[in-house]
C-alpha cells in the first residue's frame, strides 16, 4: 500500500509538473520586491507589460488564475518593460488574490507566493512578457539535531533583529510563535522581513 500511495503522488506530481511545462504563464517584473511562497504581498503595478499580464490572467480561458513573478537584475526606477535578459532565472508561481484599479491608472494587486519555479524560456509578446516555467521538485529535508539547532538560531537572531528595531513592530513576530513547526514558511518569512538587498534575497532564494 504505501509504495502505491508513493507512486501514485509520484504520478500526480509529474502531471502537474506537465501541466505546468506546457502552459505560458503571464509575468510580472519586480522592481526592489520580492515574492516568496506560502507569502501574501501586496504590489503596486503599474508598467504596461505587467498591466496586460493581469488582464491576461483574468480572460485565461484554461482556468489559470496565477502569474509568474521574477526579480529584476537591474533594479533602477524606470517605465522601460524589461527584456529578458534583465531578468533572473529563479521566480515565484502567485495567485492574485486581489486587484483593485486605482485614480491613478495604476493597480494595487495582492498575490500569494505558490511555489518557486524556473524559468525556461521568457516570451516577449506584443506589450506582455510571458515564460515556460519547471517546478523545483518538492523533497522532504532530513531534519538533523544541527539542522534544528541551525533552525532555532535563525529565528533567535530574527527575533532579537525585530527588538532592537525600533521600525519594525512586534506584530512581526506573531507568525513565528504560531508556525514555529513551518520551517521552510518561517525562513521565507524572515527573508521577506528582512531588510537586506534583493539581489541577496534572490541568491539565498535560488540556493534554497
Known amino acids: 500500500m504505501k509504495k502505491d500511495k508513493e507512486q501514485f503522488e509520484l504520478n500526480k506530481l509529474i502531471e502537474n509538473n506537465d ?16 515574492i516568496f511562497p506560502d507569502i501574501s504581498t501586496p504590489i503596486l503595478v503599474g508598467r504596461i507589460f505587467s498591466v496586460n499580464a493581469l488582464h491576461e490572467v483574468e480572460k485565461n480561458a484554461l482556468g489559470h488564475d496565477e502569474i509568474v513573478v521574477v526579480s529584476q537584475k537591474n533594479n533602477i526606477l524606470s517605465d522601460d518593460d524589461p527584456f529578458a535578459k534583465d531578468l ?10 486581489q486587484k483593485l484599479k486605482l485614480p491613478d491608472g495604476n493597480y494595487k494587486v495582492l498575490l500569494q507566493g505558490k511555489e518557486r519555479i524556473k524559468i525556461k524560456h521568457y516570451y516577449r509578446l506584443d506589450k506582455m512578457l ?11 529535508p532530513q531534519i538533523t539535531d544541527e539542522v534544528e539547532a541551525t533552525f532555532r538560531s535563525l529565528v533567535k537572531l530574527f527575533i532579537t533583529y525585530v527588538k532592537s528595531n525600533s521600525n519594525i513592530p512586534d506584530e512581526i513576530l506573531i507568525p513565528i510563535n504560531v508556525l514555529s513547526m513551518n520551517k521552510k514558511y518561517i525562513i521565507y518569512y524572515i527573508l521577506t522581513n528582512l531588510a537586506i538587498d534583493i539581489h541577496k534575497k534572490q541568491k539565498i532564494y535560488a540556493e534554497i
Open 19 to 34: 501541466r505546468y511545462e506546457t502552459f505560458k504563464f503571464p509575468v510580472i517584473p519586480l522592481r526592489n520586491e520580492f
Open 88 to 97: 533572473y532565472r529563479v521566480g515565484t508561481l502567485c495567485t492574485v488574490l
Open 130 to 140: 510571458k515564460a515556460r516555467i519547471s517546478l523545483y521538485p518538492k523533497t522532504k
